[in-house]
């Protein structure tokens, strides 16, 4: 903490840390008016500060408009920061930290260092065990008059709700070998700091925290996933529209393929067939052919018999069992040329 105003060494001969006595007859732990201190607060060598009423939390909109503060490591960078300091009386007195964020705090009390005492302090046990991490500059100047301050951050996944006037850091003082008298700035010593807006006017404000880092990476997250979303939606419409468009194309081919199955197929089939003089409409008419000329043969063979019986009719009476053999004949050729022509119709209708 900074050094302000000056005060006297009491006693240049003491050394090593203060009892509690000590810390009590040197007036270093101070109240605002109408305030007590707890005597539990107090250990033999040390004193514990509490949780005060004001708080700052951190969050991206900070950056309107309040004060323009120079940033310490480029001094010719400058941003507008809006501090708005909240109240745990605002809220039942309890100072409420979600789980990833930070808050800025300062404490119940007030601390008023002698120029040959300076004090340290850190964060309580209980409080590092449930998530809480402090980060400050830890060390009290002597002749510094004022609050502490520090930036807790809660790394838990759960909210931790600290009361007002719970106990949160713990500070020991120790004497210092000469004294040790605040340095001035610009002429001037510094003034006791008691609010936090105060404090928090003297240096750049944090922009965010851990969990505007894990709201923007669930939101990149959240876009990628919406994109890879739109990606296979936009796959699945490309699958689906050429599915369709080979089904159209298949039916096309399976037409054209019938098509040509249909015609092709015969035509080959007909001209290898007909290339090979095996064509079965030709056979047919082969057999018609050769059936008429049997017809023909039977016709001149029945003139011949009826001209052959006149003639032996005429010539010898003793003739008749040479015309019953020659009936007998001719009716076994007759037979045979009807079951030709039986054949040769069948086979004309099967083909």
Not at 67 to 73: C, G, N, P, R, Y
Not at 297 to 314: G, N
């Amino acid at each position: 903490m900074p050094r302000t105003k000056k005060q006297t060494n009491t006693n240049q001969t003491k050394f090593g840390v203060l009892t509690k006595e000590e810390i009590i007859n040197l007036g270093i732990i101070e109240l605002d008016k109408g305030q007590k201190v707890d005597a539990d607060c107090f250990s033999n060598a040390s004193y514990d500060f509490r949780i005060g009423d004001e708080y700052y939390p951190p969050n991206e909109s900070n950056k309107d408009v309040k004060k323009t503060i120079a940033h310490l490591e480029c001094p010719y960078k400058s941003e507008d920061y809006k501090i708005k300091v909240h109240k745990c009386s605002d809220d039942n007195n309890v100072l409420r930290i979600k789980p990833f964020t930070s808050i800025v705090f300062s404490t119940y009390e007030k601390v008023k260092m002698p120029i040959n005492v300076v004090g340290r302090f850190d964060l309580m046990v209980k409080w590092a065990l449930q998530g809480l991490i402090l980060q400050v500059g830890t060390q009290i100047e002597p002749g510094y008059e004022g609050r502490l301050f520090g930036l807790l951050h809660n790394f838990s996944k759960k909210e931790i709700c600290i009361p007002t006037s719970s106990r949160l850091l713990t500070a020991e003082f120790s004497y210092t070998s000469l004294d040790a008298p605040p340095i001035k700035k610009n002429g001037k010593e510094e003034e006791s700091i008691n609010h936090l807006e105060q404090f928090l006017s003297s240096y750049p404000v944090i922009d965010g925290t851990l969990e505007n880092f894990l709201l923007k990476m669930k939101e990149i997250q959240e876009h990628m996933e919406n994109t890879k979303s739109k990606v296979d939606e936009g796959y699945s419409k490309l699958l689906v529209e050429n599915k369709h468009k080979l089904t159209i194309f298949s039916a096309i081919a399976i037409g054209i393929f019938t098509v040509a199955f249909a015609i092709g197929v015969p035509l080959i089939l007909t001209k290898y067939v007909v290339d090979k003089d095996d064509y079965p409409f030709k056979k047919v008419y082969e057999m018609e052919t050769q059936t008429q000329e049997m017809y023909n043969k039977m016709d001149s063979i029945i003139s011949l018999q009826d001209k052959t019986i006149e003639i032996l009719l005429q010539n010898n009476s003793d003739a008749n069992d040479t015309i019953k053999f020659l009936r007998k004949k001719i009716t076994g050729i007759e037979n045979e040329l009807k079951s030709t022509a039986d054949k040769s119709k069948q086979l004309k209708n099967g083909n």
